[in-house]
């Protein structure tokens, strides 16, 4: 099935700065990306749905100042998480869209945690 | 609105059956989805299910769908203890909604 990738895997960052999240889709080019954000024991909540080339649409009580979405290519989005604040500490889930059935493969996911 | 409900835990013995259950709201879904997510890792599609159909097997794994009801089910056949995680069903409307996930533990 199709690949998709999370750069990076975890971070730890200091409360006020900001944090870069990478999703690609490795062997498949993906129109259209996800973010998902998961806290523990939770289910998945979507953050916003992007579509390259375009402004991200953002899912209702999401800042879309704070989290900023950018899908440059068909392969690359990235989430970055403005002015961090121990609240925004989550696991992060990106996935995209490929094939003929829509099916939506998922990372494997970022753990931020702001100290 | 878009609601999608789980029970929250399942304990099993190994070897068993265990079933899964999930209710949703959204009559217009065309799609239904079950997902396997392990500690700290992503989501693994299982299986799905298109809207217009009442069962699907796929090897271990059965998915009933009961449409009038709202209701969704993933039964695991011959349960083993690497199937220990958290079960998410999910729907599809113009986008994918989760439910609130099923912790399994199965053990010896």
């Known amino acids: 099935g199709a690949v998709v990738s999370q750069h990076p895997s975890w971070v730890i960052c200091k409360s006020g700065t900001s944090v870069k999240i990478e999703c690609r889709s490795l062997?498949?080019?993906?129109?259209?990306m996800f973010w998902y954000r998961q806290f523990p024991k939770q289910s998945l909540m979507l953050m916003a749905t992007s579509n390259e080339g375009s402004k991200a649409t953002y899912e209702q009580g999401v800042e879309k100042d704070k989290f900023l979405i950018n899908h440059a290519s068909l392969t690359l989005s990235t989430l970055t998480v403005t002015s961090a604040h121990p609240e925004d500490s989550s696991f992060y889930i990106c996935?995209?869209?490929?094939?003929?059935?829509?099916?939506?493969?998922f990372g494997p996911g970022t753990r931020l945690t702001v100290l | 609105g878009e609601d999608v409900e789980q029970s929250l835990f399942l304990s099993v013995r190994e070897g068993d059956s265990s079933v899964i259950n999930c209710t949703y709201t959204d009559s217009s879904s065309t799609y239904l989805y079950w997902y396997k997510q392990e500690p700290g890792a992503g989501l693994q599609l299982l299986t799905y299910i298109f809207s217009n159909m009442d069962m699907k097997q796929d090897q271990r794994l059965t998915v009933l769908l009961n449409k009038k009801d709202k209701h969704l089910s993933l039964r695991i056949a011959d349960t083993q203890t690497g199937d220990s995680a958290i079960y998410f069903c999910a729907e599809r409307t113009d986008k994918l909604i989760f439910g609130t996930g099923t912790r399994l533990q199965v053990f010896p």
């Open positions: 062997d498949f080019q993906a129109t259209t």
């Open positions: 996935s995209a869209i490929a094939g003929e059935l829509n099916e939506q493969f």
